[in-house]
């Protein structure tokens, strides 16, 4: 099983990168590769509860129903903490499945091998 980290740093600022991510990490972990999707920059608001329930870019499946697929076939969310704090969002508020972490989590990730991408 491969290792993939998918950095998701964009939200409703460019919802097509937002849902092409989620495509990806999707198919990724549909292949059964140990699949993290790390929320930073303006892509940690994905992590609030509702905010991503109005996103459908045409061509896709809603991004609400893209995050929460991801979540229930084993895919793993990680929220950039700094980016979550500096955005005022609320820990209390989180979707099922996200959890805040410091980018040391991240690089340790990718320092075990694991492939990277950005949208």
């Known amino acids: 099983m491969s290792k993939i980290l998918i950095?998701?740093?964009?939200?409703?600022?460019?919802?097509?990168?937002?849902?092409?991510?989620?495509v990806v990490a999707n198919a990724s972990v549909a292949s059964e590769q140990e699949t993290v999707v790390f929320l930073s920059?303006?892509?940690?608001?994905?992590?609030?509860?509702?905010?991503?329930?109005?996103?459908?870019?045409?061509?896709?499946?809603?991004l609400g129903e893209l995050i929460a697929s991801f979540v229930e076939a084993g895919g793993i969310i990680w929220v950039c903490s700094p980016c979550f704090k500096k955005r005022g969002l609320d820990e209390n508020?989180?979707?099922?499945?996200?959890?805040?972490?410091?980018?040391?989590?991240?690089?340790?990730?990718?320092s075990q091998g694991a492939a990277s991408m950005t949208y």
């Open 41 to 62: 920059i303006e892509g940690a608001r994905l992590a609030v509860k509702g905010y991503a329930d109005d996103i459908h870019e045409a061509g896709f499946k809603p």
């Open 7 to 22: 950095s998701v740093t964009n939200s409703k600022n460019d919802t097509d990168r937002a849902t092409v991510g989620f």
């Open 93 to 110: 508020n989180l979707i099922p499945g996200a959890v805040i972490v410091g980018g040391a989590k991240a690089v340790e990730f990718l």
